[in-house]
């Protein structure tokens, strides 16, 4: 019912700023909590951020908080993350993801997924 497809995955320096976007179909996605995790090979897909349907509320991963910033713009269906402060350790393909629950803070929470978008923080 809902597709997400992630853009603005490059190659940054470290100390350097990148947005991620998500683009997302469907008609529900607007009611869906929408959030990012990452995933670095060999290592289990984490958390990132999520953000409420409405935007009321946005939860960070404690590595990430104070560094990026999740929101949402449901007339266009999008989901953005901007990414400051970029470290060689943000270094991983980021996923957009999507759930009905009101909590996705884990990845067994989502309910779809975009394909993903690599960021890679040079030294």
């Known amino acids: 019912q809902v597709q997400l497809v992630e853009s603005g995955g490059q190659l940054v320096q470290a100390g350097g700023s990148l947005r991620l976007s998500c683009a997302a179909s469907g008609r529900a996605f607007s009611h869906y909590m929408a959030g990012w995790f990452r995933q670095v090979p060999g290592k289990e897909r984490e958390f990132v951020a999520v953000?409420?349907?409405?935007?009321?509320?946005?939860t960070y991963a404690d590595l990430t908080k104070g560094r990026f910033t999740i929101s949402r713009d449901n007339t266009r269906n999008m989901v953005y993350l901007q990414m400051n402060n970029l470290e060689p350790d943000d270094t991983a393909v980021y996923y957009c993801?999507?759930?009905?629950?009101?909590?996705?803070?884990?990845?067994?929470?989502?309910?779809?997924w975009g394909q993903g978008t690599q960021v890679t923080v040079s030294s």
């Open positions: 993801a999507a759930g009905a629950l009101v909590q996705m803070t884990s990845r067994q929470e989502a309910d779809y």
């Open positions: 953000i409420g349907w409405n935007s009321r509320s946005a």
